[in-house]
């Protein structure tokens, strides 16, 4: 369990808020596409979830690359969680300007940042009972690929 944790959080009235809960260091009110880790700040952990697409996919490795810097070389790990497209290329939604990406487009843009995937893992169990319209959401465990000692990729469902 983490003693403190860093937050992005783009929407100025719910940033307040998460500066008052027991635990969080720093609040960064921006987009993903802006943010930096203050210097010298190394994170063991550093977990994105549901909020990439709203990126391009230059934001999307130029974002990937700045964690990659920021991950702390003696362990640190980055874990992506987010829908996947199942029409069996990217889906852009024209209403919400974001992007669903298939499997194949997280790999390549995780490669092109400096990525390699440990571990993916497809959740289940959630979408039981309601509407078959809902996405695949997929985990991707990620460290960077030139971190020595590196282990095979494993994938998981469950």
């Given at each position: 369990?983490?003693?403190?944790?860093?937050?992005?959080?783009?929407?100025?009235?719910?940033?307040?808020?998460?500066?008052?809960?027991?635990?969080?260091?720093?609040?960064?009110?921006?987009?993903?596409?802006?943010?930096?880790?203050?210097?010298?700040?190394?994170?063991?952990?550093?977990?994105v979830?549901?909020?990439?697409?709203?990126?391009?996919?230059?934001?999307?490795?130029?974002?990937?690359?700045?964690?990659?810097?920021?991950?702390?070389?003696?362990?640190?790990?980055?874990?992506?969680?987010?829908?996947?497209?199942?029409?069996?290329?990217?889906?852009?939604?024209?209403?919400?300007?974001?992007?669903?990406?298939?499997?194949?487009?997280?790999?390549?843009?995780?490669?092109?940042a400096?990525?390699?995937?440990?571990r993916?893992?497809?959740?289940?169990?959630?979408?039981?009972?309601?509407?078959?319209?809902?996405?695949?959401?997929?985990?991707?465990?990620?460290?960077?690929?030139?971190?020595?000692?590196?282990?095979?990729?494993?994938?998981?469902?469950?």
């Amino acid at each position: 369990m983490a003693d403190v944790v860093d937050v992005i959080e783009p929407v100025a009235k719910f940033v307040a808020p998460l500066q008052e809960v027991t635990g969080v260091r720093n609040v960064f009110n921006v987009g993903l596409e802006d943010w930096s880790p203050a210097e010298g700040t190394l994170y063991d952990l550093i977990w994105v979830q549901w909020c990439v697409g709203y990126l391009t996919d230059e934001q999307f490795v130029a974002f990937m690359k700045r964690c990659r810097a920021a991950l702390n070389p003696d362990g640190g790990i980055m874990v992506v969680k987010e829908n996947l497209s199942t029409s069996g290329s990217d889906a852009f939604d024209e209403v919400d300007r974001s992007v669903t990406r298939v499997e194949s487009s997280f790999s390549s843009l995780f490669e092109e940042a400096g990525w390699r995937i440990t571990r993916t893992e497809t959740q289940r169990g959630f979408v039981n009972g309601l509407s078959k319209k809902l996405l695949p959401v997929q985990s991707y465990a990620l460290k960077p690929k030139d971190v020595a000692g590196m282990a095979s990729s494993h994938s998981i469902k469950r």
